[in-house]
């Protein structure tokens, strides 16, 4: 196919309306009929990218394998469509006028003065044509964060403004989703701040070819005509989109609505005559059919919003489906639990999952629930800090290094168990310098990790700046703890496992982006078989 397509995804009314759900249940629809698609999300704040912020602003950082941090919208693109995303596929304002500044600098604009319109506006438009120019894409979707009407989207608006017009109407598109409200008191739903946000919309020279509506209740045919008469869309292109059970049910509820046919139509690309979904519809059987329950704690700083670890949870979604069980997830604060209560908090669960995090608050927490796993034999998985922590109270605990710790937490500990890595030592700047994106591990054949990949040789993300020391591998690895996954290069420790419990593993990268709907990650699919073990032997 020649042309690249483009679909723009504006939102309106409200923020949090699951632009990134739609936009991703969409591409899966496209994809199923055979289209190749990506994502990209372009976010109007400040931040040259999500990595400097704290989650409860923003929730989870997603990393990619190239190393970007991102947002989390990429997380739900890559579980969907089950490919791989880029640094190209999230940029945000900061980003942008970052590199228009720096071309500035570099004289690049020939002594013009340097305005949101046309530099910053070009700049957008750029980025938004970057992953079309491969050539290996037939339709790219762009959600453009925000909510139509903020100040800072109007360079974005203005710039899918320009490139509708100059790619054609036949070749790029705009989905505007919207909320219709209900009013209890009426008994009715209301279409007036949709009718508003798309007036918002053509002020600024576009038109919204497709109305995708969030709502608690049925639209009924009177609601969408009115919608479709005033917005000046096709009564066709009224998409209902209810709230769903499961986020994962949304591209059937789409494909239900029509919206991949009337997408397709409107791209004038051909619709085939079916959307190979079986594998997705598989998923989702044996989600919604769960032979069993069994309870998991979560154990974290950020627990107070959901969005902070959305990644881990989607990822014992994925792998509580392959099991044919419900995984209820118990989150715990870390920060309110020690050697008092942690029995009493963590006796009825059936495992037990660290969480990763940055920073010395809760810390003791989680070093007391890794007592608690370790004694109680109940199984364990600890991601990134998780893992540090783990490291540490083997040290305190078994190995009796009574100071263990991270440096991370105290510069001038005296039993440095974990360390700052040697090239982040010199490193001022915070943003973008972890060590970031996928990394090769060398597994070795005799431990629970090889149970778990089948394979010697992996590859996983990460997002750290401290590591295990090797200076204490030795008399670590002496008192039962055994290094069993090891970066080829550098020798970095990877995984680490105490082979006297039945299951209890550690690993200084992050799983949990690279767990998708049709390929749930092993080390939470074993997880999730070692909790429910436990609970079988109960
Ligand atoms: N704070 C730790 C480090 O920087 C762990 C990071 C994480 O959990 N992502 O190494």
Known sequence: MSQTKYIFVTGGVSSSLGKGIIAASLAKLLQAQKYSVTIQKFDPYLNVDP?????????????????????LDLGHYERFLNVSTSQANNVTTGRVYQSVIEKERRGEFLGKTVQVIPHITNEIKHRMMLLGESGEYDIIITEIGGTVGDIESLPYIESVRQLVWELGEENAMVIHLTLIPFLSAAGELKTKPTQHSVKTLMESGVKANVLVCRTEHPISDDIRRKLALFCNVKQEAVIESIDAETIYDVPLLMQKEGLDKVVLDTLKLPIPPSADLAQWKGFLAKYKNPKQTIHIGLIGKYVELQDSYKSILE???????????????????????????????LKNLDGIIVAPGFGERGIQGKIEAIRYVRENKIPFLGICLGMQMAVIEHARNVVGLKEANSTEMVEDCPEPVISIMEEQKHIEDKGGTMRLGAWKCQIAKD????????????????????????????TIEKHGFKATGINPETGLVEVVENPDHPWFI?????????STVLDPHPLFVHFVQAALKNFNTK
């Open 315 to 345: 990822a014992i979604i994925h792998a509580g489906a392959v099991n044919e069980t419900k995984v209820k997830v118990h989150s715990i604060h870390s920060e309110y639990l020690d050697e008092n209560d942690v029995a009493s908090k």
């Open 51 to 71: 990595g400097t912020l704290n989650p409860y602003e923003h929730g989870e950082c997603f990393v990619t394998d190239d190393g970007a941090e991102t947002d």
């Open 506 to 514: 550690g690993v200084q990268y992050h799983p949990e982006y690279k």
């Open 447 to 474: 431990s629970l990790a090889y149970n778990v990949y089948q394979s010697e040789a992996i590859e996983e993300r990460h997002r750290h700046r401290y590591e295990f020391n090797d200076a204490y591998r030795a």
